[in-house]
């Protein structure tokens, strides 16, 4: 876009011209208002050799590349020796190292053949239906296809926190311009306008160069003409406004130009003045636009002022747009019919009136697109057609596309690309179409990219399209351009014009597309000239079509292909499309290969073949390897140029069987004959490369034929290799190297490769049958066995396996890792190893699916099928032959010494001596472990073996100890000896479940036997009695021996230990205090019961009645214990089960309240009811007693007389105590119920918790004296 001249590319302003009271003008420029708009700035000029839009186009870059950074790095290039991994390419492994490279020959194989641009496939995946020759796809069919914005109403822009967009030498972004433009004019210093006769003018161009910029800069819209009021009464200084008013109007008049007058003076003026009327007169303008101006108030002027000058403005453009449509009715060449449709639309961007201008402007390209050329052998008016179709295609996508009207643009630059698609000129000017071609496209990708509400995630709105379609014509100018290189750059004309600078602007153009004239002035035709307009714009052209020849000689095409691919990329890179972005990728590298930067080449083309790979596009893949050869050889990298040959001759890529077999040779021609290549490839120390075991070229696999054998016998290791190389082809040696280096292995081949310079006669070779060289044949895969003589018991591993081809520095070891794809061992290893019950010979009988071999004893596997790959062999001791069993009742319960019974089975000979150890997992912080007793006096790790009989047992009971619930992994390990000296070892796992064995549920009630039911938020009383119920529940499959249950109060310290997380106020302050109870057990159940048998599912409870003594937010107040043993065990096995309390949380109790009254009574013998009441706060407290009757008071059968207060208020001090007497005479026999006393404590305004009971009871039995004395 830095082609276009800035009058185009800026939406333009309405001018105002100011006349007159010069020293105002500055003042009224910055005090305009502002308004924010969305447009272009330019933020560097424009070199003045780069062209603007001529016949020809500029041989420098369009955008200006600001930076010159490569778009991707890398570290060096490794030369020589060294180690290289086959797959997958790593597209970093080449750096950005620049190389200086003497003109290098490639060799004449049919795979050195340089090729076509863009591979068939390539091209037919990512350019489907892209345009060919510069032709655009059909657009609009793909825009139908895309989420674009809906076109409707034009809406510009509204958003002012769009961040601005950069682009080449032009950034987009809200600013806040002027609402127009104001310049200072001297009276009668316009141009007067010539009038034409339409009828029989011919014009000699389309367009003139400097209409646009006289419209923006030299004609006004609006004169505001200011005159300074005289203070003299002088009528001389009077007529000279007159004059001034005058010579203006007269100026003004032939361009209709709209006037404002200014009366500025510093008095106030009366309207009706006579000479105010007078200079209003001869003004002629309405009286709304004649205004005073007080220069105490200039500012409320100015806003007046510009809206009434907005309205004019306004007004005479679209006066303007009415003459014109007058005179597109008269004239009859197309060039004016052009021009004035042009004009209209360029008055009507003035107002702002987006429907009309583009309109207008689709109006001009269509009249433009019909104009039929004749007689232009030159080329000349298809350049300046071509140029202005340029013109009118920006204006109408820029409109656009600022407008939100996307699906518009795309269609009408899909309209633009194929109507100027074909060229029609000279041939030697066609590279100058596909610069235009090129400029077009990447024009059209500058104005997406910079547009702020373009959607670039879809295909088609995605600059980087465009960029690379612009790339493109950018190569077939280079290709149109070779033809004319050799002919004109010896040519005297063109070789002037080799140190000039190209300067082409619109101010030195008559007509735009039209070559500058060579004349003084561009727009008049020098006195005394004798040649025509046309014969001066044929001779301007052949300087013009000379300068640009120049100019193209000197050009770097890489440099500007390149910029726009990496431009693509870049928006590319937005939509996630991969096939374009490796397409990029490609073409880049392409041109790096053709301009012979083989570095940069290679890096690209190493991303662009690690692409391919990943997604497996095989053809692709062929491609960018056989440039990736051609790079790494003309850059002399041997070790790079051997790797990628070998994924060149992968079977699974699209190569010719002639293009593998000659990459075969030019491999061992760098080993054997490197003078054979041109240039010449040479290793110069051994390369190590580093294969995967299913490499499609050459692959290797291994097998140990049994997971284990045993020490001082023999076994056997397999290789197999298989080799697809088109060739034969002969290696030097094999080595298999194993964990142990003294069962190290190598097979070295008899006939020597070096000396065969890697050829060999096949004749005498039979396919797949065994023989003792190293050569294989096209896919022929062989077996390699290796007898091992074991030694010490020991894990024996294959850990690498090395094929070598050739000797000395000159040398490939293709290594395989086998320890890090092989499995170790098959399953039947850990089985074996667990249970220690072998079958003999029966390890390895299991048939697998999949076409996998059955390997016996004996067997081979067949290298051509599938097998059980085994990298390692276990070496073990003697076979073992023994049974380990343990009996025991699971499972075990917590704290609980769980017996265990080992019994060992001999099936093997005598055994003479051994040891037995035993582990248990330790990994939890509780406490656990083996003991020989039921308790912890002697702890258990070893124990000796004693001397076993064949097919004898030994048994030995243990005791297991652990104190939380856990998963035991008893681990027995037993190593023996027989008589006859043999040593073996074996080990088994047992698993034993801890389990508590008991689920237990703790109720708490009061002394009422009211249940407690929120513990929390009701919380337990201290200092009052609590009743506790403890209910167990057994859950095991047999039956136990409940000995004794007790409950075990918790100490202050640990109730602050164990409640610290919940109970955050329980701290320790005295240590006199650290052993003090939590709470005070007054009574257990069953301190009278001896033992109870208890049987699944079945319950046992016990009560317990305790005092809290302790206040707090959550607390425990300690363990029930439960003492028990297993139905038939001995009395010493007794085990003890603490089982933690539930929390609660502890309230404090204001008043203690303790009620005594007699168990029972006796009719006519009195009883006293005390009631105590202790105050255990600190303040003084006051109580009422009411005493309410019993339903039977007042009745002839009323059951008690009493003596004592009845109702009464009484107050108690802060830790003292009251205690109310009452005496009570029972009446009657039988269940009675006592009287209510009832106290209520003032302060609190709530009755005792102790007397809230109502339903108090007592029993009073008869009185056998009163009986016996009436009898």
Known sequence: MNELPDDLILTPQPLIGLVGCQNLHFYIDKNISLKPSLDFERIHTPSTNSPTITATSSPTPITPNLSTANPTGGSGLISGGGSYSSSPID??????????????????????????????????????GSPSNGSNSSLSNLVQQQSLLTPGQPQQLQNPSIQPVIVGGWRVQYNNLPIFKVSTFEPGSLSTKKDKKLESYIPMGILKANWIHKHKASIPSVISLFIQWPEDKNPKSHDQILAQI???????????????????????????D????????????DPKYFLFLNKQDLKPFVRKWERLALELSDQYYKDLC??????ITRTIHPFLAIRYHFK??????????????????????SLLKDYKINNDNKGIRFAEVRNLASFFNFKICKISLWNNLIHESLQQFEKHSKLYRIYMGPGEKEFTHSIWLAREYQIFAELLEMCPNTNKSTFITNPGFYYQISAKHLSSRRENFKALSDHFKTSPKVLKFRDSKQRYDLTNLHYIGQPPPDLSHPLELQSGNTETHDELVIAADEDDFNKSVAAELSLNYTTLIIDQLNKAYDQSTVSGNHRILSYIESQIAYEYFTSKQYDLALKYYSKNAFTYRREKWTTLLTHSLSML??????????????????????????????????IQKNIQSILYEPNKLSPPLSLSAPLDINMDHTHPLINCRVQFPQSFTFTHSTTEFYVVIGSHFPNPIGFSSLKVLFSEKSYNKTLTDNNSSVANKGQYSVSNIQKDKERSDLIFLPDESRLFSFKLNTKEKMELECLSVILEMGEGNSKINFIWNVQDWAIKSDETENEELTNIQPTPNNSNNKSNNNNVTTVNENEKPDPYKKFLERSSIRILDHESLIQIKCNHNSPAIVNEFYEIELEIVNNDKEIKKGSITFEINQQNQFEKGIYLSPDRTQPLSQLDLERILEKKSFKKKFYIYSSAVDENKLLINISYETKTGEISHTSKMFIIPVQIGFNTQFQFFNDHFQLISDLYDTGVPTREQLLLLCDIRSNLPYNVIIEKTSLQISSFAESARNSSLLSPNLTLTDETIANMPVAELNSNSNNTITSVELSKDNNHSSWFNLVPLLISESISFGNFVIEWKRKGANVNQISILPIALPHVRTTSNSFITNVEV?????????????????????FLQEFELVVINSPSYGNSDMPFFFSGDKQSSFSIHPDSTHEIKHVLLPLVAGKLILPHFKIISKRFNKELAKTKNVNSFIFIKPNLEWISQNQ
């Open 91 to 128: 597209p970093y492994s080449v750096n950005n190292t620049t190389f200086q490279l003497s003109d290098l020959t490639i060799q004449s194989d049919d795979i050195w053949k340089t090729p076509t641009k863009g591979n068939p496939l390539l091209t037919a995946t990512v350019n489907s």
């Open 246 to 272: 005058d010579l203006v109007k007269g100026n003004i008049k032939s361009r209709n130009i709209k006037l404002m007058v200014v009366i500025v003076t510093s008095v106030n003026l009366d309207n009706h």
């Open 274 to 285: 006579e000479k105010v009327v007078l200079v209003r007169r001869r003004a002629d303008v």
């Open 322 to 327: 009415q003459t014109i449509r007058s005179q």
């Open 344 to 365: 209209i639309a360029y008055y009507s961007e003035f107002r702002n009136d987006i429907p009309s201008t583009l309109k207008f402007y689709k109006d001009s390209y």
């Open 629 to 662: 050869l051609k790079s790494v050889h003309l850059l002399n990298l041997p070790t790079n140029f051997i790797g990628y040959a070998l994924d060149y001759l992968s079977p699974e890529l699209n190569n010719t069987p002639s293009d593998r077999s000659n």
């Open 1158 to 1178: 007699a168990q029972f009574g006796v009719v006519g013998v009195p009883f006293i009811q005390t009631i105590t009441i202790q105050n255990n706060t600190h």
